[in-house]
């Protein structure tokens, strides 16, 4: 790297000595190149890519922000010493160059935008290398075509296995966690493995809604190809509602367990799955909008507790029962909610002043103990997340049957709660269903840490295609599918935003 920079330092003095007698641009790249330079400086494809590389000649090529990061695309070609990716030793373009094109060409038909990966500016470098000129021109022409092909190549991996939208940036105020792959690791491990071309068909999602919203998008992409002036309105709302549910099945990992647990938040409602097969569900509850959403969440259950305990946030404490407590110092333990100080010691509610206390100076911590009157009921799910949700039962089971059902603090209630409790521990765990029933009934707290963890999907999907090929719509109840994305039309080459 440092015989490279030494020669950049190199060209630049003579870059500088040539521009005394001449009349053209002052950039590095208009006079790096000029003809009385060619029979005194002879680069290689190695050298002119890192020059356009680590001298930032070419920034229109670089990963643009939020999908590709300009550090990984140098770092690729300096653990190779810029030797070029898709170029053969006489500098002509391999065969996987088409058949990368190929990919990024056909890429509408998974809800991506080919126009996002230059793939102009490909075909123009690939014309002019199959030209057959010679001289410097096609040493810059090679290297520019390698960097954009690499670019395309990491920018499409990003895409098509991370999502196109960055929940992140979209959603601030939404928690969501992602199953990300690393595509510059990707890359370089496929590369070494001479599997590029390989790779690509490895990264497209296979679960079976990801397959069938796509075979739903091929649909309106033919409607679109045979009809003049292209798809109606109220398709590219469908388009485009279809390619933001594919987007966010990219959270998930490519290939999902063999059982699992599903709940669709604007569904309110919870699958067991095993080998493909609903086993059974049932309605839940999800959290209201605003900071109350549920969360999307990608984890494993790893503990079913029995008569469990509420620690209750502080932001429930503070924001609905600090009024209540002011009203009437007994509230809570009517509830059987006990209090706490910072030291974790037990006070009574008569002992504080209340009226003093507010959200700025509350230093006090709130626990119901197990019970009838316990908000979470006879049985709680535990499973590792950002966002300090959980499974739960509830005391409150009226409220299942209203169709519209986000009005928790985030975490899911379950309207069958016990039929989970017993599909877990008893037909996983091999817990007896009498010492489940048994331990329910002693109103005891107990916490079973599970051999097998179940795994635990928390999807969004406000479209879903059914096994007819009719389409449901749910609800957009946190308003997730408010953001702007480019429906692509392979008619005519166009692309609208919606």
Not at 148 to 158: C, F, G, M, N, Q
Request: charged content about 20%; some cysteine.
């Amino acid at each position: 790297m440092r015989i490279i920079s030494n020669l950049f330092i190199l060209l630049i003095a003579l870059v500088t000595l040539s521009a005394c007698n001449h009349d053209e641009s002052n950039s590095v790249e208009a006079t790096l190149y000029h003809d009385e330079l060619a029979p005194r400086i002879q680069l290689t494809i190695p050298q002119q890519i890192a020059i356009y590389i680590e001298h930032d000649m070419q920034p229109h090529l670089m990963c643009k922000a939020k999908i590709c990061p300009k550090k990984s695309l140098a770092t690729i070609y300096q653990h190779r010493e810029f030797l070029p990716i898709w170029l053969d030793d006489d500098g002509k373009a391999k065969p996987d160059v088409e058949q990368l094109i190929k990919v990024l060409q056909g890429s509408y038909q998974d809800g991506l935008n080919p126009e996002r990966y230059n793939l102009k500016l490909i075909t123009a470098l690939l014309q002019q290398l199959n030209s057959n000129a010679s001289g410097l021109d096609m040493l810059q022409i090679g290297a520019k075509l390698d960097i954009a092909l690499t670019d395309a190549y990491l920018s499409y991996a990003r895409e098509i296995q991370n999502g196109r939208v960055n929940p992140v940036a979209s959603y601030p105020d939404w928690g969501v966690s992602r199953s990300l792959i690393d595509t510059a690791q990707q890359f370089e491990s496929s590369l070494a493995n001479n599997q590029l071309i390989a790779e690509l068909s490895r990264m497209t999602p296979v679960n079976p809604q990801y397959l069938r919203l796509k075979a739903k998008l091929a649909e309106y992409n033919h409607k679109s190809e045979g009809t003049i002036g292209g798809v109606s309105a109220s398709d590219l709302i469908t388009m485009k509602q279809i390619i933001l549910n594919m987007d966010r099945l990219r959270w998930l990992p490519r290939n999902l367990a063999e059982s699992y647990l599903w709940v669709n938040i604007p569904q309110f409602e919870l699958d067991a799955i095993n080998n493909g097969q609903v086993m059974f569900n049932m309605p839940v509850v999800v959290g209201k909008d605003g900071e109350n959403k549920t969360c999307s969440v990608i984890s494993n259950i790893n503990m079913v507790e029995i008569n469990p305990y509420w620690g209750i946030p502080r932001r429930i404490a503070t924001q609905e029962y600090l009024a209540k407590l002011k009203a009437n110092p007994l509230y809570l333990a009517n509830k059987n909610i006990r209090i706490y100080n910072k030291n974790n010691k037990e006070v009574d509610p008569l002992s504080i002043d209340w009226s003093n206390v507010n959200e700025n100076n509350f230093q006090y911590t709130f626990k119901q103990d197990p019970g009838n009157k316990n908000a979470l009921g006879k049985v709680k799910f535990n499973f590792p997340n950002n966002c300090g949700i959980y499974l739960h039962d509830t005391s409150a089971k009226n409220v299942f049957s209203r169709d519209a059902r986000s009005m928790s603090h985030g975490c899911i209630r379950l309207g069958k709660p016990l039929e989970l409790a017993d599909y877990i521990l008893v037909n996983r765990e091999n817990y007896s269903a009498e010492r489940i029933s048994q331990l329910i009934a002693s109103d005891e707290h107990s916490g079973l840490k599970l051999k097998q963890p179940l795994p635990l999907y928390v999807v969004y999907q406000t479209l879903l295609v059914n096994d007819d090929g009719s389409i449901t719509r749910y609800k957009d109840i946190y308003g997730i599918d408010n953001v702007a994305v480019t429906v692509y039309q392979p008619k005519n080459d166009s692309q609208i935003t919606q």
